[in-house]
């Protein structure tokens, strides 16, 4: 069984930036797509950004100050720049995975916090 392990949230500035991370638990075959989404206090799941082999796409209101990406080791980042109170939430990775060349199955994270004030 494959896991996704969050890292990076924290608390920081209105300006600042954070650089979340998921990687699996163990070593896959390859990712079909990965996202991230993020969930505030009394509010319903929204995608932030999804990455699938058609192409990237971020919500309205982090396009050109978030960045989704991977690197060489199928680590998923979601890299946040300038970021607002309102970015305030639990952040939750989402890939779609292959653990051998015929298996693959979607996976979240644990969610990890991001905190933006003052």
């Known amino acids: 069984q494959v896991q996704l392990v969050e890292s990076g949230g924290g608390l920081v500035q209105p300006g600042g930036s954070l650089r979340l991370s998921c990687a699996a638990s163990?070593?896959?075959?390859?990712?079909?797509?990965m996202g991230w989404y993020r969930q505030a206090p009394g509010k319903q799941r929204e995608l932030v950004a999804v990455?699938?082999?058609?192409?990237t796409r971020y919500a309205d209101s982090v396009k050109g100050r978030f960045t989704i990406s991977r690197d060489a080791e199928n680590t998923v980042y979601l890299q946040m720049n300038n970021l607002k109170p309102e970015d305030t939430a639990v952040y939750y990775c989402?890939?779609?995975?292959?653990?051998?060349?015929?298996?693959?199955?979607?996976?979240w994270g644990q969610g990890t916090q991001v905190t933006v004030s003052s």
């Open positions: 989402q890939v779609v995975l292959a653990t051998t060349p015929t298996t693959w199955a979607n996976y």
């Open positions: 990455s699938r082999s058609s192409g």
């Open positions: 163990r070593s896959i075959f390859s990712i079909n797509a």
